[in-house]
């Protein structure tokens, strides 16, 4: 990297972000290099940090002349290797990160939208629109850190899709650098808008493919004024589909999230987490955690989620549950959700898998997957959990006890292609959510290669010919 370093592009990228926003030490370079699963190791030659769209242009326009790549970042909580630079003396990259855009530009409570730049943090913009009396439903369990514009670019999913929908569908209007650095300014505040091919599309979900996006401008929602938390114990993922239907005939649209949890997954979080407590007095195979928000009055949302819960347990389609009575009580049970994914380190490596399947199939996908699993590797530990209102089920696999957690993770292509086997077959995805990054560019071009795929390649040979924005990303080198 010296030579880079010490070249007249280098020194022009400087200037343009300025000597404090050009890092270049291993301990500043650091944070934005580890990768959240440790499953890869990023290598940058710079890590830059622009502060305006202006100097974002002028970065990745002087990067498209001297063929430098860029690998844009946001809070770096992805899971799927998609913010890893691979740089070399030959072929240089540099992380292009939006930590420094961070202003949210305008929020029009009339109008019920709000416009953010791509660093803003997805808790900072939920705080927000709450200090405008306004919602923004996007929530992940990472909120705290990760930011808009990752947000976008994975077209993020979480707890609130069931009524939501994903960040795709919270969208109205895109800021983005292009990769010869021009910026497409399409930030509209319109519902209906109705020009052409919708080019915001083409970005969100891309992982930073085709462009930079440096700010949007989101729809809010009106503030909950009631809101509703219950964690119930089931006898197998067939009664969780069954109280899916059933709950959104009783709820409708109040229905915002149907949370499934094994007890694996559980057993984790009790034994990582100290605050954790076991919900119920008696350990079940199956729960679901459920809520309900409306403009309703706080006790007659309760009285309506109690009244349903009963009938449901009266008809024995429950084998018990606990409804949240304040505040801390549906903190404390959302954490039981929350916290599985770090808690699985209790159960050493861990092998983890992000699928989709109609949500008529979820409790075969998880059958028949646990059915794979045991056979290719007995005493594998499933730690299932995920979306059930949405069909997202994170299908996470623990290493067998006794087992050398290298061993297991050498099991991870194998093992990964069979759960990704049964979610196909079931008309389902190999990736809901996480995206594509370097992880899953093999399953990509095993599942939607042909016509799907080249209309992808066309797509970023038209805009991206050079091949500089996140190099490797989705179609792979």
Same mark, same amino acid.
Not at 16 to 22: L, P, T
Not at 103 to 108: S, T
Not at 439 to 464: S, T
């Given at each position: ?21 050009? /890092? ?20 940058? @030659?710079?890590?830059? /940090? +622009? ?5 974002? @242009? ?25 913010? !890893? ?25 009339? *109008? ?11 808790? &900072? ?25 990752? *947000? /976008? ?6 707890? *609130? ?30 519902? =209906?808008? *109705?020009?052409?091919?919708?080019? =915001?599309?083409? %970005? ?7 462009? %930079?996006?440096? @700010? ?21 993922? @067939? ?68 009244? %349903? ?22 903190? &404390? ?49 499933? !730690? ?34 069979? !759960? ?9 995805? %190999? ?28 797509? =970023? ?9 996140? +190099?490797? =990303?989705?179609?792979?080198?």
């Amino acid at each position: 990297m010296a030579t880079f370093l010490e070249s007249r592009p280098f020194r022009e990228l400087r200037d343009i972000v300025g000597a404090d926003a050009c /890092l270049t030490q291993p301990a500043e370079l650091a944070p934005f290099l580890a990768e959240w699963r440790h499953r890869y190791e990023s290598v940058a @030659a710079a890590v830059l /940090l +622009p502060a305006t769209t202006a100097e974002t @242009a002028a970065v990745i326009a002087l990067c498209a002349r001297h063929g430098i790549g860029v690998v844009p970042q946001g809070g770096n909580t992805g899971l799927v290797g998609g913010a !890893v630079a691979r740089s070399t003396a030959e072929a240089p990259q540099i992380v292009l990160s939006a930590r420094r855009m961070h202003a949210i530009r305008e929020l029009d409570p009339d *109008n019920y939208t709000i416009t953010a730049e791509a660093g803003c943090a997805l808790a &900072a913009l939920q705080s927000a629109a709450a200090e405008a009396d306004r919602f923004f439903p996007l929530s992940l369990a990472s909120e705290g850190s990760c930011m808009l514009g990752g *947000n /976008l670019s994975t077209n993020a999913g979480g707890t *609130n899709v069931l009524r939501y929908g994903t960040a795709r569908e919270l969208v109205l209007g895109l800021e983005v650098v292009l990769p010869d650095g021009r910026v497409f300014d399409g930030l509209r505040a319109l519902r =209906k808008d *109705n020009t052409g091919y919708d080019l =915001k599309q083409l %970005f969100i979900g891309a992982e930073g493919t085709l462009g %930079f996006i440096t @700010a949007a401008t989101c729809k809010l929602y009106p503030r909950p004024r009631g809101v509703a938390t219950a964690l119930v114990a089931l006898r197998d993922p @067939a009664a969780a589909i069954a109280l899916h239907s059933r709950a959104r005939l009783a709820l409708g649209d109040e229905l915002i999230a149907f949370e499934l949890l094994g007890r694996q997954a559980l057993d984790f979080v009790l034994a990582w987490q100290p605050a954790a407590r076991d919900p119920l007095a008696q350990p079940a195979p199956w729960y679901v955690l459920l809520e309900i928000a409306t403009a309703r009055d706080q006790a007659s949302v309760e009285a309506d989620l109690e009244t %349903f819960l009963a009938d449901c347990l009266e008809s024995e389609l429950l084998l018990d549950g606990v409804l949240a009575r304040s505040g801390p009580q549906r903190e &404390a049970l959302w954490m039981l959700r929350h916290a599985v994914s770090d808690a699985q380190r209790v159960g050493g490596a861990s092998i983890k898998n992000d699928v989709s399947v109609p949500v008529s199939q979820v409790a075969a996908f998880l059958e028949l997957a646990g059915r794979r699993v045991a056979e290719s590797l007995p005493g594998t530990r499933v !730690v299932a959990f995920g979306h059930v209102g949405d069909g997202n089920i994170h299908y996470n696999l623990s290493q067998p006890e006794g087992m050398e957690a290298a061993s297991f993770l050498d099991c991870w292509e194998s093992l990964t292609a069979e !759960v990704n086997a049964v979610a196909v077959a079931l008309g389902g995805s %190999f990736s809901a959510e996480h995206g594509i990054g370097l992880l899953k560019v093999p399953e990509l071009r095993r599942y939607r290669g042909g016509v799907e795929l080249q209309l992808m390649q066309a797509i =970023k040979q038209a805009i991206d010919p050079a091949g500089i924005m996140n +190099p490797g =990303k989705i179609l792979g080198d």
